[in-house]
């Protein structure tokens, strides 16, 4: 079947078009939203009840229920030095935009897990034995993927706890002639008995697992392997300048985006449904891979396909708000697809969410 790139560009642009009066309708006209009905939102979606049943005239219990998942969260938030009642105090403050709160849960949270005790590894081990080490997991990953007659790069973006994963499994998994980049099971070949749960055994490769990353995107490239990533996107230094990259626009290997846009608040709540759960600085830091994105498209431009799958209308719809953190990002994202139409090729809104693996 040929597709008409053109009527798809066109309809693309109109969802985008209408996404995006539809935040900033939402945003100019919206009152204040209250701590309180934010609280009641947040313990709705805890309690797994429909926010107009809290709001009723004779609403359930919330806290009783709330307190069900919460106590199923306790030893995940443990593993992130995270307090329960200071979840709901973060959940509330993404919705309404207090940055100050935000702040002082994340240094809590920071000073329980003791991450700046951590040696990493590439301290301990001498530079020579680090690429022998990493060359030999490089080759390990190598082995056995296809050659693709149609060399490509993919980037599969998102901020932690989005649903990377998810995705790749359902839409990506298929493919044998690609290499599969996952920092997540880079760092369980680097360390004997990694812990995936311990926020220090995290740390402790998370420099030289990023190092490992770029080897191996590297080689791979060279070797005429076609490669899928999954990353936050959001070190801008690291992708703004990254030598793979270029490498690819260089010598004309497609690169395409697939960006995952899902609300703080769903990420918080994904990413204690999960083992492994990322530090709450971590995550945060993870949003900013939209604003990211529009400064990669404006360095590397033509010759980069980007995907937009949003999660947003989705969320919104059950539960009745956007947060107001990191909204402007999302915005300033969308209207600057908008603009480049010659890039952002396609803009999925999500009817369905996929389970937390």
Sequence with gaps: MCIDYTCLLSYNAQMLQARELSVKHASAHELQVSRE??????LSQL???PIEEALSPNPPDLIDLASKKLTRYANNAGHIGLDLNEYI???????????????????????????????ESVFETSAKELYEKHMSIVKMLLKGVKKSRHQKLTILAGPYAAGKTEVFENRFNTYKDQVS?????????????????????????RVESWMVSDLLLKTALKHKYSCIIQTSLHRKSRWIDDPSVRYAKKNGIPIEVHMLLRPVTDCLDRNMNRDRSAAIRDLMDSMHGAATLIDFVKK????????????YPLIEREQHIL???FRD????LLSYALRRKDVFVDYYVEEDDLPVL
Aim: proline content about 2%.
């Design 300 to 311: 590397f431009g033509k010759g980069v396909r980007v995907h937009l799958i949003d999660y």
């Design 47 to 49: 309690a797994d009840l």
């Design 89 to 119: 105090d973060l959940m509330v403050a993404s919705i309404v935009g207090d940055q100050a709160t935000i702040a002082n849960v994340i240094s809590k949270s920071e000073q329980r897990m003791h991450r700046d005790n951590v040696i």
């Design 323 to 325: 947060p107001v953190a």
């Design 37 to 42: 009905f934010a609280t009641t939102a947040v």
């Design 329 to 332: 990002e999302y915005l300033s």
């Design 181 to 205: 980049i996952d920092l997540d099971k880079i760092r369980e070949l680097l360390m004997v008995g990694y812990d995936p749960t311990s926020q220090e055994d995290i740390q402790k490769v």
